[in-house]
């Protein structure tokens, strides 16, 4: 049994045991009020010191990831967005990368066959369990401002909508009568953590890499979907008084009313220990993709000669002051330059030839 995982699994059990024995003794304002407010407190000022120190972070060379023809002669068909060269194609390479997961969906896994014969096959499992992981959480976040807000905004209601879209009515016997509407991004979440967490667990290469900080937030979110659908399918809550408890939490006029049961303030502990995690994990690749100079650069390096500006001030020898100094020998030895020597004057080669016998006694 992997030891990794087995920690962040037992200290997700210690949590949810702690929000239970602590609602049990009567201390709904700390895990309703002040939990939330400091991990919000915490996610706000971890996530912009985060992305303020990379933005400080030098950057003196072009380094983007090319994976394709550069621009350069006219015959030659440019790759626009795997070599951009300019800041509308960077724009579209950011968009695909955060939109759509573009550099995901090429990656490939690398196998040996019949011995010692490489495979190579795309993980497009990866790349749709990662595409359904976000935006399924994406359509969570926004499902749930429907709790923050009053009137409730037009797109939230939109999302809902679609959301809810499938039915499901052959779910309907399994839960109560008159189960609401099933929104598919709740299950798509749920569905997506597990198949991450398996592949952590089921591909070797995969699970020696993996740290127990890797399966925390997993399981994090894996209880957050859980207690969610449980809430709304199983056991049922006092919406009104949960959103109540919300409103009062972004009025900073809290207060905590009667009706809102334990696995509430379970669901909303583990958001908050998530949002506390947040800035000091690799959950942070949510602000780094922004200023990853591998995406947010062009690759006009052929087109335009970068300088870092961080370099210490050095003597050089440039080719020209080589060729100046060396040009002579470089012709004797047939060595190609760029600028051949001045033709010497009639008289000036005389007396050269005429020095040349002298020099020679001199040496003997």
């Given at each position: ?123 497009i499992f990866l790349w749709v369990g990662a595409l359904a992981f976000h935006y399924a959480f994406l359509a ?149 993709i922004f200023l990853s100079p591998t995406r947010n650069l062009t690759a006009d390096t052929r087109a335009r ?53 002298a020099q020679e006694e001199k040496k003997e």
């Amino acid at each position: 049994m992997n030891a990794r995982y087995m920690f962040s699994l037992i200290a997700v059990i210690v949590l949810l045991l702690i929000v239970w024995a602590g609602t049990a003794v009567g201390l709904q304002v700390v895990f309703g009020i002040i939990i939330p407010y400091l991990a919000i407190v915490i996610f706000i000022t971890g996530f912009f010191f985060k992305v303020l120190n990379w933005s400080r972070s030098a950057v003196p060379f072009r380094i983007p990831t090319t994976a394709g023809q550069h621009k350069s002669l006219p015959w030659l068909k440019h790759a626009q967005i795997d070599c951009p060269t300019n800041k509308w194609q960077v724009v579209v390479r950011m968009a695909l990368e955060i939109l759509t997961f573009r550099s995901l969906f090429r990656n490939t896994r690398m196998s040996l066959k019949e011995g010692s014969k490489l495979s190579y096959q795309l993980e497009i499992f990866l790349w749709v369990g990662a595409l359904a992981f976000h935006y399924a959480f994406l359509a969570v976040v926004i499902r749930h401002l429907r709790f923050f807000t009053e009137p409730v905004p037009f797109f939230v209601q939109l999302v809902e909508n679609i959301d809810s879209f499938f039915r499901f009515e052959f779910l309907y016997p399994v839960f109560q009568f008159g189960l609401p509407g099933v929104f598919l991004s709740g299950l798509v979440l749920l569905l997506a953590v597990a198949y991450l967490f398996l592949r952590r667990i089921f591909t070797p290469q995969v699970r020696y890499i993996s740290l127990a900080s890797d399966y925390f937030p997993l399981f994090l979110i894996f209880g957050i979907a859980l207690t969610g659908i449980l809430m709304r399918y199983v056991t049922k809550i006092d919406v009104t008084a949960a959103k109540e408890l919300t409103m009062g939490l972004v009025s900073f006029q809290p207060t905590i009313p009667e009706g809102v049961g334990t696995i509430f303030y379970i669901h909303v502990f583990f958001v908050s220990i998530l949002l506390a995690y947040f800035p000091f994990s690799k959950l942070m690749h949510l602000g780094g993709i922004f200023l990853s100079p591998t995406r947010n650069l062009t690759a006009d390096t052929r087109a335009r000669r970068h300088i870092n500006p961080w370099n210490y001030p050095v003597p050089v020898h440039t080719y020209e002051e080589y060729e100046d100094e060396f040009r002579e020998k470089m012709i004797e030895v047939g060595i190609p330059v760029e600028k051949m020597p001045e033709e010497k004057p009639v008289e000036e080669e005389a007396a050269v030839e005429d020095e040349k016998p002298a020099q020679e006694e001199k040496k003997e």
